[in-house]
T-cell receptor, first 115, second 111 residues
Framework: GAGVSQSPSNKVTEKGKDVELRCDPISGHTALYWYRQSLGQGLEFLIYFQGNSAPDKSGLPSDRFSAERTGGSVSTLTIQRTQQEDSAVYLC?????????????FGQGTRLTVV | AQSVTQLGSHVSVSEGALVLLRCNYSSSVPPYLFWYVQYPNQGLQLLLKYTSAATLVKGINGFEAEFKKSETSFHLTKPSAHMSDAAEYFCAVSANNDMRFGAGTRLTVKP
């Protein structure tokens, strides 16, 4: 596609339910990032995928959070047993790692509300 | 991993005044540095980037940033603030094919 696509754009879920957030990166981009942006807060790094390397999961806040990237393309972020503090905008970004071209392109995000 | 520190989560300036948003980075290898901007209710977009070609980088909307290796800084400036500059600004560092962002600075422009 022309840009990074995230779905759904909005998600309201009940506390304790599981949710899946999807990210379609720009075709050919080998690097994919997930970030979380809480109300009035900055960008919180969650996880980073680069090619076939093991992902950097150091930013995942708890074991309720997991992510996978199938076939080096689409990524899914899963939050199990959601809590109200999980409410935030979840942003996905991708980049093409070639020399100086390391600019990250962001999707519009998924706004998650846990009620 | 590399990291970024943005000094000041909120900066307020008057219209026409100098804008200075501070960013310091940490990296074990020569980094690439970026500033992104997020206008209200919009996604993040690239403002400018440093890729070692020139230490003073000019971006969109009159913004520029200077890479200072000795100070490990990449501060963002604009000589004269405009009301439309009100937004959240994020500094980012990329090294070893891994990009990390600062916590962001919210810029408010007063009339």
């Amino acid at each position: 596609g022309a840009g990074v696509s995230q779905s759904p754009s909005n998600k309201v879920t009940e506390k304790g339910k599981d949710v899946e957030l999807r990210c379609d990166p720009i075709s050919g981009h080998t690097a994919l990032y997930w970030y979380r942006q809480s109300l009035g807060q900055g960008l919180e790094f969650l996880i980073y995928f680069q090619g076939n390397s093991a992902p950097d999961k150091s930013g995942l806040p708890s074991d309720r959070f997991s992510a996978e990237r199938t076939g080096g393309s689409v990524s899914t972020l899963t939050i199990q047993r959601t809590q109200q503090e999980d409410s935030a905008v979840y942003l996905c970004a991708s980049s093409l790692i070639t020399g100086m071209n390391t600019e990250a392109f962001f999707g519009q995000g998924t706004r998650l509300t846990v009620v | 991993a590399q990291s970024v520190t943005q000094l000041g989560s909120h900066v307020s300036v008057s219209e026409g005044a100098l804008v200075l948003l501070r960013c310091n980075y940490s990296s074990s290898v020569p980094p690439y540095l970026f500033w992104y901007v997020q206008y209200p209710n919009q996604g993040l977009q690239l403002l400018l980037k440093y890729t070692s070609a020139a230490t003073l980088v000019k971006g969109i909307n009159g913004f520029e940033a200077e890479f200072k290796k000795s100070e490990t800084s990449f501060h963002l400036t604009k000589p004269s603030a405009h009301m439309s500059d009100a937004a959240e600004y994020f500094c980012a560092v990329s090294a070893n094919n891994d990009m990390r962002f600062g916590a962001g600075t919210r810029l408010t422009v007063k009339p």
